[in-house]
């Protein structure tokens, strides 16, 4: 199929697309990498009157230290996270994700904001940044709000990005010296997107872990943290006993809260049974020293 026509405007700085998106509302789209917006154009899943080019604007790229946080411009993409040695030191989570992202081709264009901003829930960065306790920062005409990861994605596809808001940046805290971190998915491919996946963030405090962060994509609505299984690790080295009452923990907790969504090849059985693999992987991985964590 065609996208149906529309027009086009290549916007030249923030107060442009907020004028824009006041005039047209819900017809306007706003284009960053265009890795999901041109497929849902072209699948006429999206009919809008207006796209808004926001890809050369200045205020919503780059990678820089500000304040104790890593600022990631919205425009930055995936493969420039994966080869910023910004990233790598402050942020090894992101360093560790972005390698499952797709292909090369789609991590070359595709942008960290319009992959928060389309909030997919087997997408890689929304884990990432729930499990780093990032914050979004938003911008309108009004002014500039940060809103933490834990309440940014609401339901399916949806964010707490409102009418003429655009997302400028995503700012994730600097990583700790005692601090380590792990990243696991399943797929049935590399590049195809995630059955299952896990971000995991933890502190070494002497020889316990501290301040466990796990957060699932791909086993409901939004990127999902599993908190009663993360406080059976708090003040604990995590050993075989430990890690067999946090897998009993956490089939609960998904059956009986979270209830993994079936998609078209994984029932929800097999979602919980793939969860519970990978929060042993990714928990192995912790117990490494800190430092040892690239
Ligand atoms: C074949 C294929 C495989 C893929 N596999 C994966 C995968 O495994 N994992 C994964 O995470 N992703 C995957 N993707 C998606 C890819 O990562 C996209 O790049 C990403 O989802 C969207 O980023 P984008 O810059 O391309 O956004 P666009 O397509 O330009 O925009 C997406 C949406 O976000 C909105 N938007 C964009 N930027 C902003 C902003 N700054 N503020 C507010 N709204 C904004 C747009 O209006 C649009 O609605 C895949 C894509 C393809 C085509």
């Known amino acids: 199929m065609k996208a149906p026509l529309f027009d086009f405007v290549t916007a030249e700085n923030l107060h442009q697309v907020f004028e824009l998106l006041e005039q047209y509302g819900d017809d306007a789209r706003l284009l960053a990498g265009g890795q999901t917006l041109l497929a849902t154009l072209n699948m006429r899943l999206s009919e809008p009157s207006v ?3 926001i890809s050369s604007l200045a205020p919503l790229k780059g990678i820089r230290l500000e304040d104790g946080w890593l600022r990631i411009g919205a425009l930055v993409t995936h493969t420039e996270i994966e080869e910023s040695p910004l990233v790598a030191r402050h942020a090894p989570l992101l360093r560790l994700a972005a390698p499952h992202i797709a292909h090369r081709a789609i991590r070359n264009r595709g ?7 389309f909030a997919d829930p087997a997408a890689e960065w929304p884990a990432c940044v729930l499990a780093l306790d990032a914050q979004i920062v938003i911008a309108a005409r009004s002014g500039v709000r940060r809103v933490p990861a834990s309440e940014f994605f609401r339901s399916l596809y949806s964010t707490a990005l409102g009418p003429g808001e655009v997302l400028v940046s995503a700012d994730v805290p600097v990583r700790r010296e ?3 971190c792990a990243f696991e998915e399943l797929a049935r491919r590399h590049g195809d997107y995630a059955i299952v996946g896990l971000a995991g963030c933890a502190r070494w405090d002497g020889a316990r872990l501290a301040d466990v962060r796990l957060a699932y994509l791909g086993v409901g609505t939004t990127p999902l943290r599993v908190p009663r299984t993360e406080a059976l690790f708090e003040g604990r080295f995590p050993d075989a006993a430990v890690l067999a009452a946090a897998d009993r923990e956490l ?3 998904l059956a009986g ?5 079936a998609d078209l090849t994984n029932s929800a059985a097999m979602k919980r049974q ?3 693999v990978l929060l042993r992987r990714v928990v192995e991985q ?3 020293l800190p430092g040892e964590t690239p």
Do not use: F, K, Y
């Open 51 to 53: 796209v808004i080019d």
């Open 111 to 117: 942008t960290w904001g319009g992959s928060l901003a």
């Open 178 to 180: 005692d601090s380590v």
């Open 251 to 253: 089939r609960l907790e």
């Open 257 to 261: 809260h979270l209830e993994p969504i």
């Open 274 to 276: 793939l969860a519970a």
């Open 286 to 288: 912790l117990a490494a």
